[in-house]
């Protein structure tokens, strides 16, 4: 998991989240009611998320201002390529370990049984 880093969001941003969660007046209609203020802000959130590169689920307020805000920034295609070539090189090396403690373990035994 990648470390918290800060944002700050533009001021249109901000509007945009606090738009976001301003209460509608509330239509009745057949189709069904329209989205909560959470489900609003939520979702302005993940577009921002997006916009920005963070998990917006992970935001947290600074204490810096409105705009302000630390979040785990999101994993991009060549981080996860990077990433995942690691683990392999990781995995082949652990193998090739593995491999040269088998061979010396027999080795040790076949010395033995040849004496």
């Known amino acids: 998991m990648y470390p918290r880093t800060n944002y700050?969001?533009?001021q249109e941003d901000l509007e945009a989240i606090l738009d976001a969660c301003k209460p509608v007046p509330m239509i009745?209609?057949?189709?069904?009611?329209?989205?909560?203020p959470q489900e609003r802000a939520n979702a302005a959130w993940e577009a921002l998320g997006k916009k920005m590169g963070f998990d917006h689920m992970t935001v947290?307020?600074?204490g810096r201002g409105d705009?302000?805000?630390?979040?785990?920034p999101c994993e991009t295609d060549e981080h996860k390529n990077a990433r995942l070539a690691l683990e392999a090189e990781e995995k082949r090396l652990r193998e090739i370990e593995k491999l040269k403690g088998e061979i010396s373990e027999r080795q040790i035994r076949l010395a033995t049984l040849t004496q």
């Not at 009745?28 to 909560?36: A, I, T, V, Y």
């Not at 705009?67 to 785990?72: D, E, L, N, Q």
């Open 8 to 10: 700050e969001m533009t």
């Open 28 to 36: 009745m209609l057949q189709c069904g009611g329209s989205r909560s």
């Open 60 to 62: 947290q307020p600074t």
């Open 67 to 72: 705009r302000f805000f630390s979040a785990v």
